[in-house]
């Protein structure tokens, strides 16, 4: 239950800090609000958790800064829109009626459970293509073919088979009503590529929401579906060996064009409703030469097989301040619970002066850690650019000193991804303690920055397409757990520690990379606990905030953050929610309203 310290003010048009923190996932929340010139508290409250994690998710974790006007609303440049409740909240305030802002801060009422079956966050995910007409031409470029009798086409209509695309249905694909002029917009806009997908919708309404196409993700499995177009032209080659199609038939078409160096072009719409079943899939080539998937325990996925072979020098760099509680069980674990054979374990300590820590560093020492120091103040990029210029390894593993491993093979499995040419930083999956998500990969534009996708989900969740469990490409992924070659490392200056000495370093690392033709990627496979931010605290206490925003703007205005669309997610997700929405849509809206060539 919220209480309140009793010195709530009016409030007047300005600038206001607001800061948010909690010590552990479930504990109380103390929030203050303070003008930002003199930080001095005109409202402070704590109460227990807020239950609407999409408020939580982003104001407990990143806390802002917002301007008024009349508190009527907040400046999206430096405060994201979605501060909906806070902005009423902040209402109630000026009316000198904290208690009303407490029970909007700290709903007793309000559950998760609530929130999302309330459809708070839910949207009419057909609304774009409700506003689409379709002409007579663009009726005739999308044409369903039966599965059972896939060679039948009609000779009448493929004097165009350039232009027209082609899905085949085992009487279990329906589609909207706008999806011919969908298809013809994307066609035309992309050059007529050879495969098209688009979002579809299962059987009961449910989204299926998938990403710009991923190759690392398409060999495991199937996230395209039922729900992908074939240019006519290639449909025809494609089947010049007569063959009886199937789901895995059509995976192995779409394999045998990327294998060929084409792309699919994902189309973000929901254009089909299907509920047919993902595939069992077969082992299909990509361009990852050294590595290989093979069965695993659930038909419709497959797993990566991790070869042993040569190590290279890895180099683990982990930067400290005091902070003994986490900085033990992060170091025993790399040094007991760690298989791979080649390591080099450099703890890097920036001042600290806790003399249990510094005994403990002293012990380390002994057994083969090595301890350098870093006698200035704190700068993130500056600590880990230090010790990667005194390291000896061919690959850097940047480590907060609040990761705990958990399984023996972890660095193996980014070593191996992170050898590869055209890959630069690789993240693992990363848990709270309580076993849910802390990152499965960071989404650039989230909430005008970045944020980390399925925040404080069930790490075993298999909704969503299997994005938790499945190795993916990403835009960016964080430096609490970040392996690199040294090579790729060095080309792009390491991390900025002029601009960016502590907050969203990491995220810049990996676009720079990326700018370089270099892949970010999500390793799945690798997970260990990080218990966020234990170590140096809260990164908006008052003596930080100011170097925070400062980095924030650098950060928007240096990539072009506010507009960028990052390829991983889809408009239809809230880009300012990093826990995915379960989306829905109305199944009448599709019907079989396309010819059949077959018939």
């Known amino acids: 239950m919220a209480k309140n310290n009793g010195n709530a003010r009016t409030l007047q048009a300005g600038w206001y800090h607001i800061k948010a923190s909690a010590t552990e996932l479930e504990s109380t929340v103390n929030i203050r609000l303070a003008q930002e010139s003199s930080l001095v508290p005109l409202v402070e409250t704590s109460g227990d958790w807020l239950p609407n994690l999409r408020y939580r998710g982003y104001f407990f974790t990143t806390g802002g800064v917002l301007h008024t006007e009349g508190l009527k609303t907040a400046d999206v440049e430096r405060f994201p829109a979605w501060q909906v409740r806070l902005r009423t909240a902040l209402r109630e305030a000026r009316k ?81 009503p706008a999806a011919p002029a969908a298809i013809a917009q994307a066609a035309h806009r992309n050059g007529f590529p050879p495969i098209l997908y688009s979002q579809h919708v299962g059987a009961s309404g449910e989204c299926v929401v998938k990403p710009e196409f991923d190759p690392v993700f398409f060999a495991t499995y199937d996230f395209i579906g039922p729900a992908v177009f074939f240019r006519e032209d290639l449909y025809q080659t494609l089947l010049a060996t007569p063959c009886k199609l199937s789901a895995l038939s059509l995976y192995q078409m779409v394999a045998k064009q990327i294998s060929a160096g084409e792309t699919p072009v994902r189309i973000d719409e929901f254009l089909v409703m299907s509920g047919r079943q993902a595939t069992v899939l077969s082992e299909v080539s990509t361009h990852y030469q050294t590595m290989k998937t093979e069965a695993s325990d659930t038909a419709a996925l497959r797993q990566w097989h991790y070869p042993v072979t040569d190590a290279p020098l890895v180099s683990v760099i982990v930067p400290t301040y005091n902070g003994l509680n986490v900085l033990r069980p992060c170091i025993e674990s790399l040094l007991t619970a760690t298989s791979y054979p080649n390591t080099e374990i450099i703890v890097i300590d920036n001042n600290s002066d806790d003399k249990d820590t510094l005994n403990y560093l002293s012990s380390v ?69 309580s076993g849910r998500i802390q990152h499965a990969g960071v989404v650039v534009g989230m909430g005008n920055a970045a944020g980390h996708l399925h925040r404080l989900e069930e790490h075993e969740q298999t909704h969503h397409g299997h994005r938790i469990s499945q190795n ?78 400062r980095e924030l703007r650098y950060f928007q205005k240096n990539w072009r953050v506010k507009q960028l669309k990052d390829r991983t997610v889809s408009k239809h997700w809230d880009r300012h929610m990093e826990r995915v929405p379960k989306l829905t849509a109305p199944v009448d809206a599709f019907t079989c309203s396309v010819e059949k060539l077959s018939s």
């Open 96 to 176: 000198k009626r904290p208690a009303a802002m407490l029970s909007l801060l700290f709903s007793s009422t309000q559950t998760l459970s609530d929130y999302h079956q309330s459809g708070c966050h839910q949207r009419d995910v057909l609304a774009s293509l409700s506003a689409l007409s379709v002409t007579r031409e663009q009726q005739d470029s999308l044409l369903i073919v039966d599965g059972a009798q896939p060679e039948r086409l009609n000779p009448a209509m493929t004097s165009d088979a350039t232009r027209r695309y082609i899905i085949v249905s085992f009487d279990d694909i329906c589609l909207h």
């Open 365 to 433: 020492a002994t057994r083969g850690v090595r301890v350098i120091r870093y006698p200035y103040p704190f700068n993130y990029s500056a600590i880990n650019n230090f010790a990667a210029s005194k390291a000896n390894g061919d690959v850097l593993c940047l480590l907060n000193n609040d990761v705990e491993v958990i399984e023996p093979d972890w660095l193996n499995k980014m070593v191996c991804w992170a050898r590869l040419s055209d890959v630069g930083a690789v993240g693992a999956k990363l848990l709270y303690g």
């Open 472 to 549: 993916q490409m990403m835009t960016a992924v964080t430096a609490a757990c970040l392996v690199v070659e040294r090579t790729k490392f060095d080309k792009v200056g390491g991390l900025d520690e002029k601009h960016l000495a502590v907050a969203y370093n990491d995220i810049d690392l990996c676009l720079k990379l990326n700018q370089c033709g270099y892949q970010t990627l999500y390793c799945a496979d690798a997970v260990l606990y990080h218990h966020e931010s234990v170590s140096r605290g809260d990164d908006l206490s008052d003596d930080k905030i100011k170097r925070y925003m």
